[in-house]
């Protein structure tokens, strides 16, 4: 990756940021919450614990630059909402994918779309990426439309191997 270290975005009414300890209540919601894992297979983060220890290997992976992990926070208010982060590169560089979870109380108000549109121009601007792709449950209206309003196209010929549930999304810098 061609960035060094990582970088803070702002759009007109947010601050993308880096992960902080203090984050550990809403990483644990986020994480376990019924609602906002309905279409997700991932592992919980129930405890504290939990939630800290995701923290740090999250950051760990940021340091090592293997991965880009934004917390969603208003610019009036720094109290994490939601997350976005570009992941699993590959070997090259030049393909990562994309993903995105936000607090229900929060959806519904263009603000996956605006961090979505920061982390793509990012990704294809700072790091020099080809390709950035999606996967979401076939079932996901909300994420399905938000992709394709941001330029996405369905993978038609691709499956995920490790969720038969998932459609395949991508979009090629241009």
């Not at 702002?10 to 986020?30: C, F, P, Q, V």
């Not at 760990?60 to 590169?89: A, P, Q, T």
């Amino acid at each position: 990756m061609k960035q060094n270290h990582f970088s803070e975005i702002k759009t007109k009414r947010l601050l993308l940021r880096k992960l902080k300890n203090s984050d550990w209540k809403m990483i644990s919601y986020l994480r376990s919450d019924k609602k906002v894992n309905e279409f997700v297979k991932r592992p919980g983060a129930e405890s504290k614990e939990k939630a800290l220890e995701f923290i740090s290997k999250t950051n760990n992976s940021i340091d090592n630059r293997n991965l880009y992990y934004w917390v969603i926070s208003e610019k009036n208010n720094s109290e994490m909402i939601g997350s976005i982060c570009l992941w699993n590169f590959s070997e090259d560089q030049k393909t990562a994918e994309v993903g995105y979870d936000l607090s229900a109380e929060f959806q519904r108000k263009g603000i996956m779309d605006e961090s979505l549109k920061s982390v793509l121009q990012f990704g294809f601007k700072k790091l020099d990426l080809d390709l950035i792709e999606a996967y979401t449950h076939h079932n996901n209206e909300s994420s399905k439309k938000l992709l394709e309003r941001n330029g996405f196209t369905l993978v038609r010929d691709k499956k995920d191997k490790h969720n038969q549930d998932n459609l395949i999304y991508e979009i090629i810098n241009e």
